[in-house]
């Protein structure tokens, strides 16, 4: 169903939600935005064309968590497992959305499910508003993706000015907006021009045909040396990324916990194994192994492109390394000959 | 999109406890520990899914948890066992556990050996090292009267250092007596009083030219070792499916989750760690 | 407030000359809210002993070493000193109080001071009062915590 | 191209035919906007690619660790890097005989997330000049005032000229004011416990723990950190308060007598914590105490590894210095 919904009546509609679900909205803090719980006092920050610097991934797939409580002399063990919770996250974005259905594929499906992702995914709504400015740092329509792209959502918002344009996507929240007044074919119609418009701000920077079969045929080659050349190791690019899941299990042995930590390929210390070997001794390795993973092992692994172009590691890369520029250069990289030329 | 959220928690260990410790070599780096369940559903969920090959996760708790393959076959009775080299953290820990003491463990992980696509075929089992320990467990478990009809002729061939750091040495000792397999020791460097092969393990395997008639070998030993001998294997006529490895890495969760042990479109934890050489040759160099 | 015993941590150096009877009394009657822990040399302790006691609980922090020129490997304690004392006015500048952080350096000669210091920095934290805003993570339970 | 941008390339140019280093550290154009990348030029013909202006924000001498010591490099520095290289030396992580220091005079870098939170990220081009920033983004051209946007650290930059280096290539600039950097510390020093308390926490725990502040910084070169240390771990491994509190204290309080104030760990947090202020104090106690600063020199000793038994006129008797 496609719905109005005035601005000016967001905060009541959202106050009115809010009884039954908790309420997770993009809230400025500093100079950027973060998923905040919505409270009388929020103010929401929806138009500043930057996506909340930390990811959405957080709200299902926490940085720290405990995993398990122990008591070393009783021997006794506790699961941590969380509650489900109704929520909503309001004003995801696309990118993000589809992130989410991305882990979905790591967290959610075959074997070992996780139950700490299922608990906060199974009652949690994703409504989400499209990017009808999006940014020079943002790729997302070269990455099966785009800037109202519904994978994941349950709804999409399309900012009109006065209004927003609301699509429901799942039955499921059907009922939220139900009050509001339907949108008429003129009001779609402008709506489709916004997302066109949007869309057609952000060509394409790489095809994805074949790229894969690029990459995995430069796996040995100098290029990941060069392009890691100016990398400083930190976890910037991973943390941020919403895609990425890696993580860390530790034992805190003064509180007896075991927590789940977010953890990255790009330390030296992730891959170091007890006997010293590390099979990623360089930031080459290291490198190679973050962008291959997006970009070929996914595809293996879920049959899907695990970047969802959101521009995150782009913008917050302390040395300006861009990753539409490295895929296009590891990519274009065809032999050794070609690069003495 | 996910609606069952109330799956078990896989990260959460079962309780175990010590049976019996006990050192495997004379530098005393190598200790054997056997484990009992502490809860009999837990027992019985772990020998319904066990297979020789599998790894299990040791979970010393403040210390946190190792990866470790099971040295034990099912029929040995009601308990597991791991033969733990001293390297960090965890594994010294492990290592200062006494009989009675608690513990958790997380398994059986990963696949094991394909037993069931080894019907009817000659085994050759090459080890070094500790990574013996889980061919061990195959050795054990093909051993067994029920299993061994399944199976053509056994071969094993073990290497160590030295005979201070061979592991299961008295059972070992008996293989010699047995009629249904054949048993080659090699160490690194002679020896007085070592009556078996000296040399590294490649070059024992190119002496004894197993057949590769109706074979397959499996190998498992030090990065070092596995490197030289694959080479060897393929030029005595093993093709690469009939060449098998046991890879390791770092891991965390062994389920596939946490993208430690990641190798291509692999995980070793879930993938593996049981791969033929077929599958490895296919796979990025990044071990 | 003033039955309130604050918990103390007390790193002593293991070669401090202190006469036999207070290191009787240190090694033995320590009352149960001082926690001992011994170190090879003041030049042993990293600032990170030192915040980890803070985080784990601990309201206050004693360093007891030798004098200057009688340290058992030369300059240790002389090394120590100028960290120690840095780290000391540099966790004051982020909120947590100096006076929680009591440096004892003393000798043979000095019978009897470190209960006395002991007693006067007890009384010095019971003054001050609870020191929650940087023991960020719950005290440690036995065993373990379970929160 | 500026001036300045090509005497550099000459420069480099000059070094890299003569054989006289084997890689000159530079910046090359940016990928993404208004973010120019630490570059390694080691044949003349890729230095068409060299560029230098006010957006270049990293601290270069981050990677001469990165390198052998009988490495030859040429590296570009500025007033801070320049300090930093000459701490790296004092540690002896290089030596100096092998190091070609091509100076710039430097006039303060440019903080981009202040340009794009006034220009927006679709930025066509733009150009640095002495006073002003012009940057023409796709609908407007923007003349923003220089000194607004520099970075904080380099607002209050006390030497913006290179001390040691081998040529200079520029007018040396006047020095900066000094109080400045001690007028922030004992404005945070004037604010009550409970005010510096609450600072340190909202700064702290917003960290995301991806130690870029450790990575961007020349003087963390440890091969294993505190935090990656785990026989025993000392502090806790998450986002707890715990854990990012230990973080930050514990990673300011090693770069005690080493910081050279440059900056670099701010401008690589992607949370824009706050952190300078913790180095600051320290450095100015350093002066305080021991009249030293970082990197003013390539030989003296910082004061942690300075100590002498002549200290204990320092020293009250409680221990504390007087």
Known sequence: MKYLLPKNELYSRLARWSAEYSILAPQKVGEYSEFLPFTAQSELCLQEPHNTRYPAKALFFPQSETILKYNRISGQLESAAPESQKRIVFGIRPCDAKAVTLLDTVFAEGDNQDPFWLARRAETFLIGLGCHEPCATCFCTSTESGPFH???????????????FVETLSERVEALFSELSPAEAAQQEIALAVQAAAEKSLPKVFELDGIKEKLDRVFDKEIWAELSQSCLGCGICTFLCPTCFCFDLVDEAQRGTRVRNWDTCMYRVYSLEASAHNPRPTRRERTRQRLMHKYSYWWEHAGKLGCTGCGRCVRYCPVGLDIRAMIKKASAYESEAQHAN | MPTNPSVPNPYLPTPMRVLRAYFESTDRTLKTLELSFENLADKIAFFKKFNPGQFCQLSVFGKGESPLGVASAAWEGDFVRFTVQRMGSVTKALHELKPGD???????????????DWKGKNLVIIGGGCAFSTLYALTKHVQHPQNRPDFGQLTVIYGARSSGLCMYKHDIQSWYQRDDMEIHQAIDVPEENWDHHVGYVPDVVRQIAPSPDN?????CGPPIMTKFTLPALVSLGFPPEAIFTSLEKRMKCGLGKCGRCNIGSKYICKDGPVFSLAELNALPADI | MTDHKPKIAFFQCHWCLYAPEDQEWVDRRLPDNIRLIKV???GRIDPLFVLNAVQGGA??????????EKCHYKEGNLAARRQLQEFSSFMDYIGYDEARLRFVWLDLQDRGRIQRELADFENQLQQLGSAEALAARQPLEEGGAHE | MSELEQKIRSEAERLLKEGLVDVVIAFRKEDAPLRPQPAFFTHPEDLENLTYNGLCANNLANYLTRYPRETRIGMLVRGCENRSVNALIVEKQHSRENLYLIGIPCTGIIDWRKVIALTGEDI?????????????ARHQTFRLPRQELLHPSCQRCVHPNPLSADILLGEAL???DPTLIRARVESFEALSREERTAFFRQEAERCIRCYACREACPMCYCEEC???????RWTESGTTPAGTHAWHIIRAFHQTGRCTSCGACERACPMDIQMTYLTDKLGKDMWDYYQFAAGMDDKTQPPFAAFTMDDKKHFQAGGKLS
């Open chain 1, 150 to 164: 519904t994978e994941g959502l349950d709804a999409l918002l399309t900012d009109l000015g006065e209004v927003f």
């Open chain 3, 59 to 68: 309201e206050g922090v004693v360093i007891s070493g030798c004098l200057p």
């Open chain 2, 215 to 219: 074979a397959v070998a499996i190998v």
């Open chain 4, 124 to 136: 066509l081009g733009y150009e640095d000049t002495d006073s002003t920033l012009i940057v023409r």
């Open chain 2, 102 to 116: 608690t513990l958790g463990m997380r398994g059986p992980l990963g696949n094991g050996f394909p037993l069931a």
């Open chain 3, 40 to 42: 090879p040399c003041t």
């Open chain 4, 226 to 232: 505190f935090v990656d240390h785990n026989t025993p």
């Open chain 4, 174 to 176: 006047p020095e900066g």
